[in-house]
């Protein structure tokens, strides 16, 4: 059998920077224990990736007391890797992510109509351009969106919310980056499983994303479910009404979102003249969430539909993916924190014996930083570590 001594040589490089990214700063001797290839093998390999600017010293290693303490090599933080653009009903939210995973939100803007989200996209990429160190080779784009994303075209099928549909961001963005696009509890549920010690360990995590709309991203066996559509574990669009005649924006009758967004409870409270606190949904929801926990009786009441429903939603999730770990987030990120109590009881009395026993729930860990944000920057990491030659 021919070697083929050139791809042999790029699957070590490909190690080298994935254990790099996942472990920040680390010694020649640690890399070289961890990959198995010998010392000047990974010295050779380090001296070129750092003449690409991919890695470079940082500091010393403080794992070795003995003797003069070995220098630490990380990746560097010379250019972007993503300009990532979280799609939200109301808002959008640009930041961008580094090499070592490390994430600057720069600004948000109103959604608003597609062709004045286009718009804004192309003169924010202008303006980032000019501020931050893109690289046509190592920069992607990545769009986080609502909806039905074909992820290998960066194609939005649909996004019942937005009412966008057949949107190909290749064709719109204006500038020769690599362009890619993801369902945000995708993007969601792959920030958790590389960052959470919990989602790590698990085979089966289910990320419940819960904002204007509703969302789901399965992480099965440690693989995204994606569907032959793109349409798997869109939760946000099982019925939880049989007999409804509330229609969704997806088509059907008495979706989980119609009934478990944190759109219902905010209408429902303020429908008697009250305003809550907020521009957006998801902030008036929190100002919502802070009364029930103060136990005003209105927001109590305005807030039954909604943890009746979630629990629903929560029962068929698991009745149909028996996750280990079931995460919460979205548009607000302490659901299970201020419902959680309630919640479990409801799914208790309606989960089949012994299922639940060694189930968590909980909500996420991100909240300053956007979930589908850092899974965006994770991904586009790996495609560009991928894409490497
Ligand atoms: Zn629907």
């Not at 109103?110 to 192309?122: D, E």
């Not at 979630?310 to 009745?319: E, Q, R, V, W």
């Amino acid at each position: 059998m021919k070697i083929n001594l050139k791809s042999m040589k790029m699957m070590n490089k490909r190690m080298i920077l994935r254990y790099l990214v996942e472990n920040g700063p680390t010694s020649r001797m640690e890399l070289s224990r961890f990959t198995k290839l010998t010392p000047s093998t990974i010295g050779r390999i380090i001296s070129e990736l750092s003449e690409k600017a991919l890695v470079e010293e940082i500091g010393y290693s403080d794992k070795y007391q003995i003797g003069r303490k070995p220098v630490n090599v990380a990746v560097t933080k010379k250019f972007v890797s993503s300009v990532v653009f979280n799609v939200g009903v109301e808002q959008t939210t640009i930041a961008i992510g580094f090499f070592d995973r490390s994430i600057k939100e720069i600004k948000r803007f109103s959604t608003g109509s597609l062709k004045s989200f286009i718009s804004t996209v192309n003169l924010s990429l202008e303006d980032v351009e000019k501020r931050y160190p893109l690289n046509h080779e190592l920069t992607s784009i990545v769009f986080a969106f609502p909806g039905i994303v074909n992820a290998k075209t960066a194609t939005v099928i649909y996004a019942p919310n937005l009412n966008w549909r057949n949107l190909n961001l290749r064709d719109v963005v204006k500038y020769r980056y690599r362009i890619i696009a993801d369902n945000e509890a995708n993007l969601s549920v792959l920030a958790e499983s590389i960052s959470s010690e919990d989602a790590k360990k698990s085979d089966n995590t289910f990320f419940l994303y819960v904002s204007q709309g509703i969302g789901g991203g399965a992480m099965i066996n440690h693989q995204i479910l994606r569907g032959s559509g793109f349409a798997g574990a869109e939760v946000g669009h099982t019925v939880v009404e049989a007999q409804s005649n509330i229609k969704c924006h997806c088509g059907n009758y008495g979706c989980l979102e119609r009934y478990a967004s944190l759109v219902l409870p905010v209408i429902e409270y303020e429908k008697n003249g009250r305003i809550l606190d907020g521009k957006t949904y998801p902030e008036k929801f929190k100002t919502l969430a802070e009364f029930y926990a103060k136990g005003d009786k209105v927001a109590i009441d305005a807030l039954e539909g909604f943890i009746h429903y979630l629990s629903i939603g929560l029962i068929n999730i698991i009745n149909t993916f028996n996750p280990e770990i079931i995460i919460i987030g979205g548009g607000f990120n302490k659901i299970w924190k201020y419902f959680g109590k309630s919640l479990y009881q409801r799914i208790s009395d309606r989960a089949m014996p012994g299922v639940i026993d060694n189930m968590t729930f909980r909500d996420t860990h991100f909240d300053e930083i956007e979930a589908p944000v850092a899974g965006a920057n994770a991904l586009a990491i790996d495609v560009m570590i991928n894409n490497l030659d």
